[in-house]
């Protein structure tokens, strides 16, 4: 008699791995794995503030997928019986009672509640010094003019996810943001009434949570789309890098992305990850249990928004009182119009400037080296000016804790800051393009004489000299690469008219690179042989 025994059952793992690996995915993740050991990424610090984006957004979505099980995105009225007991029996709603079991009755949910709000402030400010690095450096320009837009559409939805979950805990603070919400809006002609109710489900504070909630779990996936469409865009374009030996447009000179990048990459997430913890877990952030549920009848005095929405608010705090005025029938109100547009136009500007510098410049080619910022003034300027405007701004939505921790009038602070936004960001213009073409200045003598040794020697006739030591190859690689533009040249059409957007187009270029210091070639440099004559002291013929 004979048995026949069947096979054992595979687990589930092995036919997984099996899966992964023998079939087509399988085929698919081993090339893709081939392709990136043969990729190398440039090292440099400014990369790895991808990784801090990346470390706050597992940090989100891990505290956050957990906190969504025990919230209650409901504005109904409930009585408080939990664990803080100097609330005990007060009437709150269902999100403000529900945050508080999550702090108070939850292990570890504070910590999560901390950890997540850490991150959410970490995210935007990850996400800002990407676009300044980008921005400084000429990053943005072709091929990676649609990363740009993708970066800065990521920060606009950082900043939408943040502000929604600013109000979901529904305490005292966030109530007195979200009245301040309303009133911008209800500010707004023509359409703000209709807004506001459609915002807030009818009267403040109507159904704000049930609204908001939505709006915050939409806004992190669409953060990570935009993540993802722009890694994606940067593995099509590969890696942009500075100036260095062997270095060109074609040629990328780095380490291999796998393993090397990677596991740099993964220390550095992890670390931040480990970071953010441990001041989730010593410094408390956003303590609800202080300001006490929200109430449409009460305002939290000395009110702050999160850091990143704060210039919106000193946009508003700037405007003067009296700007309003009639017409068809309604009530025109500046102070509300007039920071919606300023800002608007602010965000519009920092969006579309690197197609607004093709424009000027005409210059279509691909650039895969990044510049220096010293190499490009205006663009620098313009840089400084965007961040002393917004700087402004921002420090103008503390205006009345200025005024009352330096003893000082609300109206001198509120002046100062007004003169300060027109007049700041020009000279912040004027000033980082000298100090951009002293800096230009100081390469170029390093380039022609070599750096100084403090050696002084005396040569045969008498006459004393300093030794000047000459330039590496890589540092003169560095210094002599910059990008030579020239203004734009234009020429008459065939009727041998120019137009007046193509003058101004042309005054602009002039504007941008007519006021330079031209870049000089190295074989005016000094060489090795140079600096060698020049230290040894020849004998008189």
Not at 505 to 517: G, K, M, N, T, V
Request: hydrophobic share 50%; charged share 15%; net charge neutral.
């Amino acid at each position: 008699m004979t048995t026949t025994l069947r096979p054992a059952r595979r687990s589930f793992s092995d036919r997984l791995a099996d899966r992964l690996t023998q079939g087509r995915t399988g085929r698919q993740l081993t090339g893709l794995v081939t392709e990136l050991q043969g990729r190398v990424l440039p090292l440099h610090w400014s990369n790895m503030f991808g990784v801090v984006s990346a470390a706050c957004l597992v940090i989100l979505f891990l505290s956050g997928g957990v906190l969504m099980f025990f919230y209650s995105p409901s504005s109904d009225l409930v009585t408080y019986h939990g664990g803080y007991a100097a609330l005990d029996g007060a009437t709150v709603s269902k999100a403000f009672g529900s945050t508080m079991a999550i702090s108070f009755d939850l292990p570890g949910g504070l910590l999560l509640r901390q950890a997540h709000h850490w991150a959410a402030l970490l995210l935007p400010a990850s996400i800002i010094v990407q676009l300044l690095v980008t921005f400084f450096t000429g990053g943005f320009r072709t091929p990676r003019r649609a990363s740009w837009v993708l970066l800065f559409l990521a920060l606009i939805a950082a900043l939408v996810a943040g502000w929604s979950g600013y109000a979901l805990p529904d305490d005292l603070l966030s109530g007195t943001g979200l009245r301040i919400v309303q009133g911008i809006v209800l500010g707004i002609p023509l359409i703000g009434t209709w807004a506001s109710a459609l915002l807030f489900g009818g009267q403040f504070p109507g159904q704000i949570i049930q609204n908001l909630y939505p709006i915050h779990l939409i806004a992190p996936i669409a953060l990570v789309v935009l993540i993802a469409l722009r890694i994606r865009l940067a593995y099509r374009n590969g890696p942009a890098q500075f100036a260095g030996e062997g270095r060109d447009e074609n040629t990328v000179i780095g380490v291999p992305v796998l393993p090397s990048a990677a596991a740099r990459g993964a220390g550095v997430l992890f670390i931040v990850m480990g970071l953010i913890l441990v001041i989730a877990s010593a410094f408390t952030v956003s303590p609800i249990w202080l300001y006490g549920p929200s109430s449409p009848g009460d305002a939290s005095a000395g009110s702050q928004p999160d850091w990143y929405t704060g210039f919106l608010d000193g946009a508003l705090r700037l405007v003067p009182p009296g700007w309003e005025f009639v017409w068809l029938g309604r009530t025109w109100t500046l102070a509300i119009l007039v920071p919606l547009v300023v800002v608007g136009v602010y965000l519009a500007a920092a969006l579309l400037y690197p197609f607004l510098e093709q424009w000027l410049t005409g210059d279509r080619r691909e650039h895969n080296i990044l510049d220096r910022p010293r190499n490009a003034p205006t663009r620098t300027g313009i840089g400084v000016a965007g961040i002393v405007f917004y700087g402004v701004l921002w420090g103008a939505a503390s205006s009345d804790l200025i005024a009352t921790q330096f003893r000082l009038t609300l109206e001198s602070v509120i002046r100062f800051d007004q003169i300060a936004l027109v007049a700041g960001p020009v000279i912040a213009l004027v000033i980082a393009r000298r100090v951009c073409f002293a800096l230009q200045e100081k390469d170029r003598e390093i380039l022609l004489h070599g750096f100084e040794t403090g050696r002084i020697v005396r040569l045969p006739g008498g006459e004393y000299t300093e030794i000047h030591q000459p330039v590496s190859e890589h540092e003169k690689w560095r210094l002599v690469n910059t990008s030579d533009y020239e203004p734009l040249q234009v020429r008459p059409d065939r009727r041998g008219h120019l137009g007046g957007v193509t003058r101004a187009r042309a005054a602009l270029s002039r504007l941008f690179f007519e006021d330079r210091i031209a870049p000089i070639p190295s074989t005016e440099t000094l060489g090795e042989h140079d600096a060698l004559a020049l230290s040894v002291p020849q004998r008189p013929e």
